[in-house]
């Protein structure tokens, strides 16, 4: 049943595969980026199935993407410097443009009106319109753009690698206002906007700490912290680099993946002190909070990477370790918290958790999937 | 363009007005409540238009919806005990069932499958399966049930005004398993959760006071704090109970509407402790955080309910004051807090606010409006 209409559905351009009455409500779909094959499965959240395949994207290596506020077109951000439109009732690409050549990721204004990506190669942002992917603005940098975001009041920030500058660009105006926030260290390797796009957080690899500025403030400073978190000379290789845009933030403070070590970071928000660490399987990836749960879950860089911990932020305990299949690239959860769907690239398949028993609910077969990405996603700031 | 189209498209029962190809997405979509028609507005808000109107939903005083995870089909309780399954796609009436006389309304289990309605007349709790409206489970109380939540795992709290008792409904089984938490005080007249799920806060009207029940806790304890809440001899007549649905949470900090004064109480999440008390204009209704800013706005009881005030969640000044129209009784932000959209109940619009510039930037005619739900509600945990 969750094969079969994959093929066969394959055949029409048109929705009828939503039901008898030929109608589909766009609430809980997803998108699971295959990266090997450059396309992308849309799968159904309330039926636990995939429903089409898209084809045609390009790179998909370390792909991510974004959602139109109607949750009807996504915006997918390829390392190739694609950026392709796709739209999840006709399910075709309606629009594609390679913008640069190497790139890493974008964001959607919190108005839907315009999408920004982040580029390395060459470095900069490069804004478009986001009905017809029409350029509108070219945002030059001294280096690679890392840390994208979108920051309400139509704007994004972003900070350079080669630099440590971090901006902040204004695009309500007929013309982009693009004002420096400050340095934020040495190689910053990227950044995060919490939840309430309060504090645009980035992680420095140059040198060992995290900096913050406050966005709420009309004139933000770097703020230095945790300045001994990164790599020192007695830890383990880096074998994947963490996302930071895996930090949790629960119960007022942030969970941060240790770089290189095996280890999570807890950070009192308001204070900025460590708190408590927590041993873990391995060198974490992801630490994603399970919404409405006291509860974080973290995946894990190769080799050990089999593994799903799932911690407690008031107790900073491991309370489960899952083995959910090989190689687990990625975690997202129902918006409400009742599942989490994991990718294992290895296995081919998508695994589906009941997140109060943490036991296997459904998979879903995948050409060695990586990101998940539910459409919820477009109603959320700095994702 | 945006009356016309009302009358005009209401002869169709397909989804053809959604544009050229016929297809619509729903993440964008939202209902407004037509208090004396009993009828419900569709509105569209990435058009700021109104699209259709749903009518033969019974009294819809004081009613309030909900929606289903794929933001296609709304469940809206009236006060006359109808609950109606609406969808938004088809715009018709799928299901109704007048399962009480006189109700205070309802939520949706977090996987989408329950819908529970909290009763006065007579008092319970009643649940019905979310596709067919068939009764699941029908649980008596000993009075008027308020203050009705889900939680995650396929609960739902709620509290009886008559006893003061607290309860945790557990339908995940094949049996429901009610637990009794512990007695909020006397009177309870609303209830409230945080939006992690933490919380359970029952406001008290026969004696002064706030209960917080911790629901991440295994055996939860009603914990009493600002004890000085509520109305005293001095006060002024309570014109209009406050919507603790109302409260923000925001900055670490409640922000709660003063009963039967012109004033907003700030109390400390942590302490429990009252912070700061900000002087308003009239007595506050909806207290409500505009997503992602350091900002709340709240509306005010008659005869003052003309005016909405803004107030800055760190100073706790009062940072600016609309008048947006006559009777103003709800309003809904845009899920990333771009806009928000206000009802003027004795002006017949709803009036939509650019939250950056605090300037009206559209209207929508409509037939005294009260309540405005985006379909983002969806998504979020406690609403």
Same mark, same amino acid.
């Given at each position: 049943m969750?094969?079969?209409?994959?093929?066969?559905?394959?055949?029409?351009?048109?929705p009828?595969? *939503?039901?008898?009455?030929g109608?589909?409500?766009?609430?809980?779909?997803?998108?699971?980026?295959? +990266?090997?094959?450059?396309?992308?499965?849309? /799968?159904?959240?309330?039926?636990?199935?995939?429903?089409?395949?898209?084809?045609?994207?390009?790179?998909?290596? %370390?792909?991510? @993407?974004t959602?139109?506020?109607?949750?009807?077109?996504?915006?997918?951000?390829? +390392?190739?410097?694609?950026?392709t439109?796709?739209?999840? @009732?006709?399910?075709? /690409?309606?629009? $594609?443009?390679?913008?640069?050549?190497?790139?890493?990721?974008?964001?959607?204004?919190?108005?839907?009106?315009?999408?920004?990506?982040?580029n390395?190669?060459?470095?900069?942002?490069?804004?478009?319109? &986001?009905?017809?992917? &029409?350029?509108?603005?070219?945002?030059?940098?001294?280096g690679?753009?890392?840390?994208?975001?979108d920051?309400p009041?139509?704007?994004?920030?972003?900070?350079?690698?080669?630099s440590?500058?971090?901006?902040?660009?204004?695009?309500?105006?007929?013309?982009?206002q693009?004002?420096?926030?400050?340095?934020? !260290?040495?190689?910053?390797?990227?950044?995060?906007?919490?939840?309430? &796009?309060?504090?645009?957080l980035?992680?420095?690899?140059?040198?060992?700490?995290?900096?913050? =500025?406050d966005?709420?403030?009309?004139?933000?400073?770097?703020?230095?912290? @945790?300045?001994?978190?990164?790599?020192?000379?007695?830890?383990?290789?880096?074998?994947?680099?963490?996302?930071?845009?895996?930090?949790?933030?629960?119960?007022?403070?942030?969970?941060?993946?240790?770089?290189?070590r095996?280890?999570?970071?807890?950070?009192? $928000? *308001?204070?900025?002190?460590?708190?408590?660490?927590?041993?873990?399987?391995?060198?974490?990836?992801?630490?994603?909070?399970?919404?409405?749960?006291?509860?974080?879950?973290?995946?894990?860089?190769?080799? @050990?990477?089999?593994?799903?911990?799932?911690?407690?932020s008031?107790?900073?305990?491991?309370?489960?370790?899952?083995?959910?299949?090989?190689?687990?690239?990625h975690?997202?959860?129902?918006?409400? !918290?009742?599942?989490?769907?994991i990718?294992?690239?290895?296995?081919?398949?998508?695994?589906?958790?009941?997140?109060?028993?943490?036991?296997?609910? !459904?998979? /879903?077969?995948?050409?060695?999937?990586?990101?998940?990405? =539910?459409?919820? $996603?477009? %109603?959320?700031?700095?994702?």
């Amino acid at each position: 049943m969750r094969i079969a209409p994959l093929f066969a559905l394959a055949l029409f351009a048109t929705p009828l595969w *939503a039901g008898a009455d030929g109608l589909t409500a766009t609430g809980d779909l997803g998108l699971v980026v295959e +990266r090997a094959t450059g396309s992308l499965l849309l /799968i159904d959240r309330s039926d636990h199935a995939a429903v089409a395949r898209i084809e045609g994207l390009g790179d998909l290596s %370390h792909a991510s @993407l974004t959602y139109s506020p109607d949750e009807r077109f996504a915006y997918v951000f390829g +390392r190739d410097g694609g950026l392709t439109k796709v739209d999840l @009732l006709t399910r075709t /690409i309606v629009a $594609r443009t390679v913008q640069a050549g190497n790139s890493i990721g974008g964001a959607i204004s919190d108005d839907g009106k315009l999408v920004a990506v982040s580029n390395y190669e060459p470095g900069g942002v490069k804004v478009f319109d &986001a009905e017809t992917l &029409a350029l509108v603005a070219d945002i030059p940098a001294e280096g690679k753009t890392i840390g994208l975001v979108d920051v309400p009041g139509r704007r994004f920030a972003w900070t350079v690698w080669d630099s440590g500058d971090a901006f902040l660009g204004d695009f309500s105006g007929t013309e982009p206002q693009i004002v420096t926030l400050g340095n934020a !260290g040495k190689n910053p390797f990227d950044a995060v906007l919490t939840d309430d &796009a309060h504090t645009y957080l980035i992680g420095l690899f140059g040198e060992k700490g995290v900096t913050a =500025f406050d966005l709420w403030d009309e004139s933000p400073a770097p703020e230095k912290f @945790l300045t001994d978190y990164g790599k020192t000379g007695e830890d383990m290789p880096v074998y994947k680099m963490p996302h930071l845009q895996g930090w949790a933030f629960t119960e007022g403070q942030y969970a941060l993946p240790a770089v290189g070590r095996h280890e999570l970071l807890w950070v009192d $928000r *308001a204070s900025q002190k460590t708190v408590a660490t927590t041993a873990m399987h391995g060198q974490p990836v992801f630490v994603i909070a399970q919404p409405a749960s006291p509860f974080v879950w973290v995946n894990f860089a190769t080799p @050990l990477n089999d593994v799903v911990q799932v911690v407690d932020s008031r107790s900073h305990e491991v309370v489960a370790t899952l083995t959910p299949g090989k190689a687990v690239l990625h975690m997202e959860f129902a918006p409400r !918290g009742a599942e989490v769907w994991i990718s294992s690239r290895d296995d081919n398949k998508i695994l589906i958790y009941d997140t109060r028993t943490r036991e296997k609910i !459904g998979e /879903i077969a995948a050409q060695a999937p990586s990101g998940i990405f =539910f459409t919820a $996603r477009a %109603h959320r700031t700095g994702l």
